[in-house]
């Protein structure tokens, strides 16, 4: 028992690190990446493989705790494998310390029945290593309805473990959801969407059938009355989007066809292909939480095979009292600060870095990648201008001259200027007046002129406020018309080439989520 | 093992293939049942190869012969499901022979 | 000529093979941490970097399983766990000097054939959980496989024919004098492509690639997980170690015991494909499978047709 | 030891064959004739024919991995989700089937099988190499190249674009119009 205590300790030393983010949560973020970096310890890209998972945007969390606002941050906690535990980082300052915390839970071992954390009643914990092996393969999700409303209290104890894991917390907030079967029920017979949604919280670690059915409704539940505001029930279906649960499209039934519903996931429709063939066709949402993924996007997407057929662009929303991180500069400047030369061109440097890192990551080239971002860190650490000009230039000569780098992402995603004005893009994109390959080269661009005068004391010029992603003090965000932009650009893609394009436009949602709060303008 | 073995399970392969191919609807389903039967074909001439003929490589012929059609049934049949799907959007082998009518 | 080896052997190749890819993959999180922050500062830190991937495995075999909804475990498993078994079995005809487990006779279809099992594992671990990306991840080595295996099966055909045998210590005692790899060099090009592509490693590794949150592993955990990836890494180590009986002599070298090349020479290839990793971004079969079809078959065959021509006239 | 090899793969190859029309799931349809012929493979590597055994081997994988993406493109439910049947005419179809295997099997039993004549061969291989190549090398040339034809006939068929449509009418254009573009440009 000790040696197995012993080999839990060293195994979980160094944790896989999965990180939910929100908008207007950038600086977090990057705090959080630096910190890993130094630890050593990896960033994964999916719940699977993953122990500890960091919930960024803490500073709305409390408030929106109760609703879907964290509800795919929820769904992921889910969908990770015990052991694990998870950690809110609410401040930039704060992250080494929350790191520690969550470190000293997997540490602690604690078996996976047992609860991690303190008491959090949307935690659904669904890990219990009994049900895990469970493999009934029933299909028929409405006999298990049935099920539930027969045996009330067998439908109970499955239900209750699968939300809370064998936590000793509110049992009563479960009865109330077996009790709701008969209406979770009708929602879904009428309306696959909602069934579709709830799908992604089908997504549980370990759960028996029974307790998948039980866990779904009740989400049935939420989404249901989620779905009317904007973006909660989006948040809720981004999950899937994650992790892509549901292979037959999770929101099959916005389509309006009338599907069969098979083990809670509705199935997919069908649609002509571009090769003039009817096959099947899943709706998934893309977001929030895939790696290396705007923060807060999410696509709704009609994927045939991997090829995107319809695309609508969301933003997550939640909204954010601090401004864009990104922006910061250019904002403070607009309002009467005076800002030096320096510190705009060293942030926009480093968010040219930092998309740039995520380009690159996506296209696969997770080696490029690693070091841009090395790069960025020391920018935002404050290196001076002839340390990053030493790191730069090699990065940038390499990306340039990578002919498989054009030969992969030429023709991809072309915008032209012309196109780029219409929609009222005003950075990079539009400069670019091109593919996927002209933006990236855009960037590198900027981002060597940006490390070029990052040392410079002059006051920022507030004629010109043009931030990394276009104009700042423009009517609508600059992203939003990068926003606008996308579903054009996606349509017909192949899915490595969708997120390739996404990497290369990488709007920055903080930008929306900015709501500027009277009197916290300067955050 | 006896040469009366292998022909069974031969045998065996071939009749479950037939009634696959005889009862499914699907083309797709039917090309299996005919890959069943085509495996036993192969099972049985490499049976006969074995313990009648040794020494001519007749046997072996076949089973090379067998492996070909094998493939030609798969390139093909998929390639005639594909251009009925296209066309009709039609996979059963019933809903095609309406098709004549 | 190749002996056999003695029973023991058995044992000792699944050993050898797991501690090939644990130095491969440490040399590998070496490189990948130094991107990532900077070179180590110290050998003592280089070690700690080293030992990452050896964590990595606890770390994920203490995890426990999960599963998704309406998923099919059994395929799923049957997938993961065929990928290191294919390695394995592909790894038998691998000689070791001029000993292997078993030199069969057809040992270059062996191969051939072991490597066309992980089609299959991919796919099934990618279609088991029941999830869109992962779906795509087992897709998508489909594509790959489609795009690497002809040109693949002609380089491996052409180092055969070039020894006028299927027997793998055959084509090594062929090459005694002069390596497969300088007078076939086309061939062995694209063995060295093909080799990362089976193992959807490096450049290929769009089936398990992060865009995908790792694709068709995107959804296993646990033992699952290691089995799966493991399994790739042993992929890639066997696919490189083919390469030096198939192009690079084997074991014939001067000065040194044959095992000792057949080591050094296997790690040179290791390295080399580690290297190209960092320098290439991931390959999209959209673009590659044109490439693969248009260019490197006729070129693969212009170079069975050379080899067939010089071995006519021998 | 070969006996014991024998009655497994014998067994197994008969029963995931019978599995195939059993299993609602497409996946674990393809997969399960998969099985089946692996198992083949292996009797006829157990019967001394090493070359051909792994040759079934390596192509009835490729071949079913390609099948199962027919399969689940083309069928309905392909995730076996919903029960399901797709069969007509199930009764006559056994009793056919049960009357060909009675057939086979007296036939089998029966009939007066010749003792074994002459010896294999040191090198199977070579033999099956030459008796294919060698006195009727330029029939199986025609034979492979009109077989391949075939295949590119009927690939050609179900495909809807043609090089008109890539290329434009007098096919000219410099890089083909595809929907996705593709790395050579033709």
Known sequence: MELRRRLLRTAVSRPGVLLAVSPGTTRERLAVEAELVRRGWPCVSA???????????????????????????????????APKARVPVRDAGQVAEALDRGLAELRRGEPPQEPHQEDDAHS???????????????????????????????????????HEGHEPGPHEGHNGHV??????????????????????????????????????????????????????GDTHGGHDGHAGHD?????????????????????????????????????????????????????????????????????????????PFWDEPWLRALSGERVSHGEAARRLCAAHLDSLGRFFAVTGWTDMAARFRHVRDRALAGADAAELRGLLRPLIRRAERSRTLRWLTAGLGPLTAEHARHLGVTGPALVADGDVHARMRVWLGAAWRGADECDD?????????????????????????????LPGLLEGAEFAGARIIVASLDPDLDELAHVPAVGMAHG | MTLELFLLSAAALFCVG???????????????????????????????????????????????????????????????????????????????????? | MADSAPLWAVFVLPVLLLVVALVTAGFDAVLTAGARGGRAGSVREAAVRAADPAREVLRQLVQQPRRTRASDVALARIGAALLPVAAMLAAVVLP???????????????????????????????????????????????????????????????????????????????????????????????????????????PFDQPAGRDVAGGAAAELSGADRVLFLGGRWLLLVVAAAFSVPLFLGGGYGPWLPGWLWTVLKTGAVLAFLVWVRRRVPTVRMERYVELGWVVLTPLAIVQALVVAVVVLNR | MDVAVFWVLAVLAVVSGAMVFRFDSMARATFSLLTSLLCVGGLVVLLGLDYLGIVIVLMMTIEMAIMAVFMVMYMMNPAGLMPMTMMHNKRGAAVVCGLVFLLLAAGILFAPWPARRGKSSADPTMELGMSLMGPQMLTMMTLGMALFATIVATVVLATRRGRYDRLGDDLRARRADDPVRGGVGR
């Not at chain 2, 190869?49 to 089973?63: K, S």
């Not at chain 3, 040992?107 to 072991?114: L, P, S, Y």
């Open chain 1, 457 to 485: 004391t002059e006051a920022l010029d507030t004629a010109q406020v043009i931030g990394p992603r276009g104009r700042v003090d423009g009517p609508v965000p600059a992203s939003l018309a990068l926003l606008d932009a």
């Open chain 3, 96 to 202: 070791l000097g001029f000993r292997s487990v078993s030199d069969l006779p057809e040992g270059i279809v062996w191969f051939n054939a072991m490597e066309a099992l992980a089609w299959a594992a991919v796919w099934l671990a990618g279609w088991g959980p029941n999830s869109t990306l992962s779906l795509i991840g087992g897709y998508r080595f489909l594509a790959q496989g489609l795009a690497y295996e002809l040109p693949h099966m002609l380089a491996i055909t052409t180092a055969a024919l070039g020894a006028e045998s299927l027997r793998v210590g055959q084509v090594v005692d062929a090459q005694d004098g002069l390596w497969f790899a300088l007078w076939m060099p086309a061939a062995f090009g694209i063995y060295l492509l093909s080799a990362m592509a089976m193992a959807f490693w490096g």
């Open chain 1, 124 to 162: 659904h914990r669904g890990e219990h290593g009994e049900h895990g092996d469970h493999q009934h393969g029933d299909h028929g999700q409405h006999e298990q309805h049935g099920d539930h409303g027969d045996h009330g209290d067998h439908g109970h104890n499955d239900n209750s473990a699968t």
């Open chain 1, 179 to 232: 009790d709701h079967d008969g209406e979770d029920r009708g929602h879904e017979g009428h309306n696959g969407g909602h069934s579709g949604d709830d799908a992604n919280s089908g997504h549980d670690v370990h759960s028996g059938d029974d307790g998948h059915s039980g866990h779904h409704m009740h989400n049935g539940d939420d989404t249901h009355s989620g779905h009317h505001m904007p973006g909660n």
């Open chain 2, 18 to 101: 037939l009634f696959g191919a005889l009862t499914q609807q699907s083309i797709v389903m039917l090309m299996m049942g005919l890959e069943l039967m085509l495996g036993g074909v192969i099972l049985a001439a490499a049976a006969a190869w074995h313990y009648i003929a040794p020494a001519t490589a007749d046997g072996q012929v076949l089973i090379v012969l067998a492996v070909t059609a094998m493939a030609l049934e798969m390139a093909i049949g998929f390639a005639v499901v594909t251009a009925l799907f296209r066309a009709r959007e039609v996979d059963m082998t019933d809903m095609a022979a309406e098709l004549k009518e």
């Open chain 1, 47 to 81: 719940p699977a493989e993953a122990d500890l998972l960091v919930v960024l945007g803490g500073h709305h969390a409390e408030e929106s705790d109760g609703d879907a606002g964290s509800d795919w941050a929820a769904n992921l906690w889910h969908a990770i494998p």
């Open chain 1, 247 to 323: 292979m037959h499209g999770a929101h099959g039934g916005h389509a309006g066809h009338d599907m069969g519903v098979v083990a809670g996931l509705p199935m997919a429709d069908r649609a002509d292909d571009r090769d003039g063939l009817r096959l099947d066709r899943l709706h998934v949402p893309l977001g929030p939480a895939l790696a290396d993924w705007p923060a807060g996007l999410i696509l709704r997407v009609a994927l045939q095979g991997d090829i995107v057929q319809q695309v609508s662009a969301e933003a997550e929303g939640s909204a954010s009292p601090y401004p």
